[in-house]
Nanobody, 123 residues
Framework: QVQLVESGGGLVQAGDSLRLSCARSGRSNYVMAWFRQAPGKEREFVASVTWTGGSTDYADSVKGRFTVSRDNTKNTMYLQMNSLKPEDTAVYYC??????????????????WGQGTQVTVSS
């Protein structure tokens, strides 16, 4: 069993930065990821990172602005979000898989999800 708790969301202005955290407890896992869901839209992939943190993957919409990382000594994954845009407004979820070692952009392989944290970017 894996428990995930996100934090760090909030209301910011366009161009500002935020850092989200995802605290993990329970058994070890492999790939972790961030997804987001805006009102009326499907949940979409944002970024993922492997167990060692050596490999990352980003959605085109955030590449160059967001950075995903993890600190396994603290059992925490991070998402540094810079140059935020109003279209980044969404509930951000962290996810983890204990079955796969390769990164994926689809929701199916992820076994565990956090409750989400709201990010709102005003123009």
């Amino acid at each position: 069993q894996v428990q995930l708790v996100e934090s760090g969301g909030g209301l910011v202005q366009a161009g500002d930065s935020l850092r989200l955290s995802c605290a993990r407890s329970g058994r070890s896992n492999y790939v972790m990821a961030w997804f987001r869901q805006a009102p009326g839209k499907e949940r979409e992939f944002v970024a993922s990172v492997t167990w060692t943190g050596g490999s990352t993957d980003y959605a085109d919409s955030v590449k160059g602005r967001f950075t995903v990382s993890r600190d396994n000594t603290k059992n925490t994954m991070y998402l540094q979000m810079n140059s935020l845009k109003p279209e980044d407004t969404a509930v951000y979820y962290c996810a983890a898989t204990v079955r796969f070692t390769l990164m994926t952009r689809t929701t199916g392989p992820y076994d565990y999800w956090g409750q989400g944290t709201q990010v709102t970017v005003s123009s």
